[in-house]
């Protein structure tokens, strides 16, 4: 299918300049004939030039590219940076609409389970690379490779190309691997693109209706099948108006692929028309209600970002409140908060010694045959019991027993 | 550089000239190898006949002490860097040389810095015919493009005193930067508005120099109290108007990095520390003043403070956070080779447990022993790494003169020697199969530490043993490069080099370690 002249156009993607880390700038412009004039101007010139040119030329010809003039600015960007910069701006030039440059891919890390550890998932900016490359040193539970709120709009699409490649070529150790997508329609687009590289879990923004997550959930697992993947791949819905908060059990019911629920709290609190404050009362009745909504359904609940990055006891506390509420973890946009957030989600010493104490209890009456659970005088009710077995399996998956 | 230079090959396999700027050289034959062999050199015996009874040795002009000197052509001028890229002086001297007419002068600061690019001028008239001694950012393009007359020679700080005291360098007139003077040449670099805290790299000029000038922007009544440069040495004072920026010379405040990578490097090695157990109480350590240096004392200091350690002394590059160490009772000395800022330079001042050290006492390699090797551990940077655990510090990979050695090479002497390093820069791998240019042996680098990973010398079981049940990432150094080789698609290409030596790097003993090449 060839497309029509008057759409084929000179097109650029990409950044440089001084400040720019990790990123390379391409102009293309496609023409008749002459072949392929490439040229590079890179601080790794003396190391990479002739590894970039030779990448640029291989890249091009599997788009399909033949004769066109290319001009690369390269600030020290990794090799699948330059495969999307590459592939994003021969398609805006009107080329390769069907074609893909990927990257050699990474083994895939150990399949996702349903109820994971999520204490603390990191934001990456979809468009910047210099975030995504050492990322996963600093074990976040997740990373969230972002398409929505941290993308400009004119850059979306290089942000898809990207964040695929991302996925495909980037270590990020035992981190779970999310993706954000963008609103529907938009964001069933961009599951053609990313769901071929098994994410682990996709985060579905500005859900209002069940209806909207069962067409991500249908999209989702017709991808699977076409591209035969055979690894969960979970969805959470990201719920940021009244009206999502008021459907938010039925939301987290839409599909058995929910495994969380999360609130977006700047959405949230202008829908309501009120200022978002550090305590968070404004916001106390939607996030107890998403709790129960997650809980009813037997999922996690996931709190919102802080967002003051230089305050790390207001991080503290905050993340203590959210815990206390009931949520299992909570956004994250800086790697320097992972470390509070999970000291916030994880059970104290004395928590966790009062757990093992009414587990061995119980497991001793068990081995007595006995129905009744006691520690020293008190009885210990069925529930309760099993909330400390929970909390000791949690505290096992954090290290801490 | 036309005629064919002569090469041998050192106990490192490196290729290095067997003669440098006229004079023979030894190369590298291992460490603590060499034996030197003769008595120190001295300058020629003076009568107070020929000084000024009332001790005043004021004249009007740095051009007039020059001519007074009797410069000629030929000769070799010194400063020191304790100003830093705020130093005016050194190019007042050059300029009042060159004003003189004299040519063919051996320029040899203990470092130079870019605001002292002009000094290129003076090569290209041929006042200056060659500089010894660090040389960044364009003078050092300078010399590797090939275009400096004579060759340029690398040493670090011990080095250039044991050059100077051997003999090996004959300094015929020191020029000394003085923050603080009086009329008899007695000078300070602790007070005045010029500041700069130590004035150690300038010692040895005024020890073994056959002339001193002290040039100074704050004359004192005699005496100049405290006085680190012995008035006896020297023989003319000048007043200017400033000796440098202040501004340039100590940062206002020094910054630790905020990167998290670079912050995890630092939390790495002040863990490691912990858990081989040579943090403990009486223990002494010494960090540079970089990002990733500052940013360790602060997660050491924490350490410190939750297991109760105190340590004997700290070695500095002296900041704000060494400062605060002696402050907070967290050690009991500082010893103080360069002070990096207000902080720094306002506690030298104040302090007596801070104290002013010089590169003879703490890196001169030929003396009766020195501070470096009674340091538990070091921690420092480098432009790259081998497998070998051998470091560079001079070049990048391009092969493009960049930093001087300063301390770096004085303090592998160490118990612990650690670089701290991120394992790649701008997709630049920073672990290679050989550097580019030997700075320090591998046998002298224990530890490796990047954000992927901690390598340790197979060399040091005693340290492998003590870290076993660590959680640090302990990994070989082969597998760290690998993974950094993958990230960045590759092996990096070399560059290309010639075959004409533009520069030597010096040992701690004065033998030839390795040669810088001009590049195609």
């Known amino acids: 299918m060839s497309t029509p002249a008057e759409s084929i156009r000179a097109a650029e993607a990409g950044h440089w300049g001084k400040d720019i880390r990790s990123d390379l700038h391409v102009a293309f412009e496609p023409r008749d004939r002459g072949g392929l004039e490439i040229s590079l101007e890179s601080r790794v010139d003396l190391y990479y030039g002739d590894s970039i040119r030779a990448q640029a030329r291989q890249v091009l010809e599997t788009l399909g590219v033949k004769n066109a003039q290319v001009r690369m600015h390269d600030e020290g960007a990794l090799p699948y940076v330059i495969s999307a910069r590459l592939e994003t701006a021969v398609k805006r030039a009107g080329l390769a609409a069907d074609q893909k440059a990927l990257p050699e891919a990474m083994p895939l890390p150990n399949p996702s389970a349903k109820d994971r550890l999520r204490r603390s998932r990191l934001y990456l900016p979809g468009t910047e690379p210099k975030y995504a490359i050492n990322a996963g040193l600093h074990e976040p539970d997740a990373i969230i490779l972002d398409l929505e709120d941290s993308v400009h709009h004119a850059e979306k699409d290089a942000a898809r190309i990207l964040v695929r490649n991302t996925l495909r070529a980037v270590d990020f150790g035992a981190c779970e691997r999310m993706v954000r997508i963008n609103q529907l329609p938009l964001g069933l687009q961009e599951l053609v693109e990313i769901v071929p590289e098994s994410p682990d879990l996709i985060l579905v923004p500005k859900v209002e209706y069940a209806e909207q997550l069962g067409e991500v959930d249908r999209m989702v697992n017709e991808l699977k099948l076409r591209y035969q993947i055979n690894r969960p791949i979970w969805l959470m819905p990201i719920i940021e108006s009244a009206l999502g908060i008021e459907n938010a059990a039925p939301i987290a019911a839409a599909s058995p692929n929910v495994a969380a629920l999360t609130i977006g709290l700047e959405d949230y609190t202008a829908d309501l028309g009120v200022a978002k404050t550090s305590e968070g009362r404004e916001s106390l009745y939607a996030r107890s209600k998403l709790v129960h909504a997650a809980k009813a359904v037997g999922v996690q609940a996931i709190d919102s970002v802080f967002g003051d990055v230089g305050d790390m006891d207001g991080l503290l506390r905050w993340g203590q409140n959210s815990r206390a509420m009931g949520f299992e973890g909570m956004g994250c946009i800086h790697p320097s908060q992972i470390r509070v957030i999970h000291e916030a989600f994880a059970p104290t010493q004395a928590e966790i010694e009062k757990a093992l104490k009414i587990v061995t209890a119980f497991e001793e009456a068990q081995q007595k045959g006995l129905g009744v659970v006691s520690l020293g005088s008190k009885m210990i009710d069925p529930p309760v019991v099993h909330r400390a077995q929970k909390l000791v399996a949690r505290a096992k998956q954090m290290g801490k027993a | ?520």
Not at chain 2, 7 to 31: C, D, E
Not at chain 2, 295 to 316: H, N, P, S
């Open chain 2, 1 to 520: 550089m036309p005629e064919r230079i002569e090469l041998a090959q050192n106990a490192a396999g490196r290729m290095v000239p067997a003669m440098v700027n006229g004079k023979p050289q030894i190369p590298y034959i291992g460490v603590g190898k060499y034996q030197p062999r003769g008595r120190k050199q001295a300058p020629p015996v003076r009568s107070s006949k020929d000084y000024p009874e009332n001790g005043d040795k004021r004249v009007s002009d740095l051009e007039t002490a020059l001519r007074n000197c009797g410069l000629r052509d030929g000769m070799t001028i010194s400063n020191h860097h304790h100003l830093r890229d705020g130093d005016r002086v050194a190019l007042m001297a050059l300029e009042a040389a060159a004003r003189i007419g004299v040519k063919d002068l051996l320029w040899f600061p203990s470092a130079s810095f870019p605001s002292q690019k002009s000094a290129i001028d003076l090569m290209e008239k041929g006042v200056i015919h060659h500089i010894e001694g660090s040389m960044n950012g364009p003078l050092g393009d300078y010399c590797t493009q090939g275009k400096m007359r004579g060759m340029g020679v690398l040493r670090s700080h011990g080095g250039r005193w044991q050059a100077i005291q051997d003999g090996e360098v004959h300094v015929d007139i020191a020029v000394i930067a003085a923050p603080t003077a009086d009329a008899f040449g007695n000078a300070d670099g602790s007070h005045g508005r010029s500041a700069c805290g130590s004035l150690g790299f300038a010692l040895a000029d005024s020890m073994y120099a056959d002339h001193v000038i002290v040039v100074t922007d704050n004359l004192v009544p005699f005496p100049c109290i405290p006085w680190q440069i012995q008035g006896n040495n020297v023989d003319y004072v000048v007043e200017v108007d400033s000796i440098g920026d202040p501004a340039k010379i100590v940062s206002g405040t020094t910054q630790i990095t905020r990167s998290p990578d670079r912050l995890r490097i630092a939390e790495f090695v002040a863990s490691f520390l912990r858990e081989a157990g040579i943090m403990k109480n009486g223990f002494s350590f010494q960090a540079g003043a970089g990002g990733i240096a500052l940013a360790f004392v602060q997660y050491l200091k924490a350490m410190m403070k939750e297991d109760g350690v105190k340590a004997r002394f700290v070695r500095g590059g002296s900041t704000k956070f060494l400062v605060e160490l002696l402050n907070e009772g967290l050690t009991d000395y500082i010893l103080d080779g360069q002070t990096f800022d207000l902080a720094g330079v306002q506690s030298i001042g104040s302090d007596p447990r801070h104290v002013s050290t010089s590169p003879f006492t703490s890196y001169n390699y030929h003396g009766k022993g020195n501070f470096a090797s009674m340091v538990d551990a070091v921690v420092l940077g480098a432009t790259e790494v081998d497998v070998n655990f051998n470091g560079n510090v001079v070049t990048h990979s391009d092969g493009r003169l960049l930093h001087g050695i300063g301390g770096w090479q004085n303090c592998l002497a160490s118990g612990c020697t650690i670089l701290a390093v991120p394992s790649f820069r701008d997709r630049i791998p920073v672990i290679v199969d050989e550097v580019t240019t030997l700075t320090g042996p591998g046998e002298l680098i224990d530890v490796i530490v990047t954000e992927r990973g901690i390598a340790i010398n197979p060399r040091r079981q005693d340290l492998m043993d003590a870290t076993k049940n660590s959680k640090l990432p302990i990994r070989p150094i082969q597998d760290i490069k690998a993974e950094v080789e993958r990230i960045c698609g590759g092996k990096p290409a070399k560059p290309k080099l010639t075959d004409n030596p533009v520069a030597v790097v010096k040992w701690v003993d004065g033998t030839v370690l390795d040669t810088v090449w001009q590049i195609s």
